[in-house]
C-alpha cells in the first residue's frame, strides 16, 4: 500500500506565503512525475504545478512566479512553497503522484486526502 499526506495548509493573508508538502509512505520502488492539483469550490480540479524525478518543472501560468515545486527524492517528499498569495488561490491542494510500487510493472497513480488553502483579502 502506498499512501500520500499532505500537510501545510491553512489561512493566510494575502500577501503571504505558505510551503505545502506531501509525503509518500509505504510499499515503494520509484516515485516519477509528481504534481500539486488544486480545487476550488464550484470549480473543476486543476493542474498546478508538476515535477519529474530530474526535477524538470511546469507550472500553470497563474502561478508562474509565485509557487515553486520541489522535491527530495531521499525523502519520498514533494513541497510546493507559495508567496504571494492571492484570494483566488484558495482551493483544496491536492498531490499525485505516479509511483512504481515494483521493479519492471509501470507506475500506479495515486493521490493525497487534500489540504485547505485559504487566502483572505
Known amino acids: 500500500q502506498v499512501q500520500l499526506v499532505e500537510s501545510g495548509g491553512g489561512l493566510v493573508q494575502a500577501g503571504g506565503s505558505l510551503r505545502l508538502s506531501c509525503a509518500a509512505s509505504g510499499s515503494i520502488f520509484r516515485i516519477d512525475a509528481i504534481g500539486w492539483y488544486r480545487q476550488a469550490p464550484g470549480k473543476q480540479r486543476e493542474l498546478v504545478a508538476t515535477i519529474t524525478r530530474c526535477r524538470d518543472t511546469n507550472y500553470v501560468d497563474s502561478v508562474k512566479g509565485r509557487f515553486t515545486i520541489s522535491r527530495d527524492n531521499a525523502k519520498n517528499t514533494v513541497y510546493l512553497q507559495m508567496s504571494s498569495l492571492k484570494p483566488e488561490d484558495t482551493a483544496v491542494y491536492y498531490c499525485?503522484?505516479?509511483?512504481?510500487?515494483?521493479?519492471?510493472?509501470?507506475?500506479?497513480?495515486?493521490w493525497g486526502q487534500g489540504t485547505q488553502v485559504t487566502v483572505s483579502s
Open positions: 499525485n503522484a505516479a509511483i512504481k510500487t515494483t521493479w519492471g510493472t509501470p507506475p500506479d497513480d495515486y
